[in-house]
C-alpha cells in the first residue's frame, strides 16, 4: 500500500472518533497530540528502505493539451501551479521526517533489537529491506518508546504541552503504526509481525503496484462512517447521555466491520 493512501487512511480512521472525543471535552491540544501521533505513526514504519516513496518528491507533470480558450488552459495551469506547490509543501514534509524518524528512530531500533536477538539481523536484511524491523510488533513498540523519549526532551526544551499528556502521542504513534501494518497485512508480500520470536506471516492477494478497488472500498468505507459517526453523534445521540456507551462501542466496532470484509476480500491467511 502507497504511504498516501497509509497516512490518509488512519488520519480518517483518527476522524471516526471525532464526535467522541467532543463528548468527552477533550482540549484542541490533546486532539492536536492525539492526530500528530497519528501522522508520525503513519510515516514511521516505511522509513526503513532508502528506495520507498517516503523520499519522493511527487510531482503533477501531467500535460494539459489543448483548450479552446487561452482563458481555460491558464485556469487548469493555474490549478496544476496551486496542486504542485501543496505536492512540493507534501513531499518536503514527508522526506524531512522520513530521514528524521530514519536516523532518530529507525537506526536506533534496528541497534536494540540487534542486541536482543542478533540471529534476526543475521537471517534478515533489515537495515536498508523494506519492511523490516520497523514493519514488526517489537520495532514498532521499541520506535515508539523512542518517539517518546524524543518528544519528551522536545517538549523540555518547546514548552508544547504538560509532561502527562506526552503519554498521548506515543499511544497514538503507537497506534496508527500498528494500523499501517494491518494495512500491508492484505499484500502478498505480507508481515512477519512477531518475528524475530516467529516467522509467521500474515497475507493476503493485494498488490500496490495496480489499481484495486478493494483500497478504494475501504477509504470510501471510511469516508461513510466518518459521516455516519457524526450524523449519530449530532442528530441522534443528542440528550441521550445513557446511551453515551455507543459512542465508545460504535467506532470501534465500525473499524472492525471494515477491516474483517476487507481481509476476507483479499484472502487474508497466516502461514509460517
Excluded at 510515516?43 to 528506495?51: A, G, L, N, R, S
Excluded at 536506533?108 to 537471517?123: C, D, E, F, M, W
Excluded at 477509504?219 to 441521550?240: P, Q
Aim: hydrophobic content about 50%; proline content about 2%.
Amino acid at each position: 500500500m502507497r504511504i498516501d493512501t497509509h497516512i490518509f487512511q488512519i488520519i480518517l480512521i483518527g476522524l471516526i472518533f471525532v464526535p467522541l472525543f467532543s463528548f468527552l471535552n477533550l482540549s484542541s491540544n490533546i486532539i492536536f497530540l492525539i492526530f500528530f501521533g497519528l501522522f508520525c505513526g503513519a510515516i514511521y514504519p516505511d522509513t526503513d528502505c532508502k528506495e520507498s516513496r517516503i523520499f519522493k518528491m511527487k510531482q503533477d507533470n501531467q500535460k494539459i493539451g489543448w483548450q479552446k480558450t487561452y482563458k481555460e488552459y491558464r485556469a487548469k495551469k493555474n490549478a496544476q501551479n496551486i496542486h504542485n506547490l501543496f505536492l512540493f509543501i507534501y513531499s518536503s514534509i514527508l522526506i524531512i521526517l522520513g530521514y528524521f524518524f530514519r536516523f532518530i528512530l529507525y537506526y536506533p531500533s534496528y541497534i536494540i533489537i540487534y542486541l536482543i536477538n542478533k540471529r534476526y539481523v543475521k537471517a534478515y536484511s533489515v537495515q536498508d529491506e523494506h519492511r523490516g524491523i520497523s514493519h514488526t510488533l517489537l520495532g514498532i513498540f521499541v520506535a515508539s518508546i523512542l518517539f517518546f523519549i524524543l518528544f519528551f526532551f522536545a517538549n523540555l526544551y518547546f514548552k508544547i504541552t504538560l509532561t502527562q499528556l506526552l503519554i498521548i502521542p506515543f499511544l497514538s504513534f503507537f497506534v496508527a503504526a500498528n494500523i499501517h501494518l494491518t494495512q500491508d497485512s492484505i499484500s502478498k508480500y505480507g508481515i512477519k509481525w512477531f518475528y524475530p520470536f516467529r516467522n509467521t506471516i500474515i497475507s493476503g492477494n493485494y498488490s500496490a503496484f495496480k489499481d484495486d478497488f478493494r483500497i478504494t472500498y475501504l477509504s470510501l468505507s471510511l469516508i461513510f462512517v466518518v459521516l455516519l459517526n457524526y450524523f449519530l453523534s449530532n442528530y441522534i445521540m443528542v440528550g441521550l447521555q445513557s446511551l453515551s456507551f455507543i459512542l465508545i462501542l460504535l467506532p470501534f466496532l465500525f473499524i472492525f466491520l471494515i477491516f474483517y470484509v476487507l481481509f476476507k476480500s483479499c484472502d487474508v491467511k497466516i502461514s509460517s
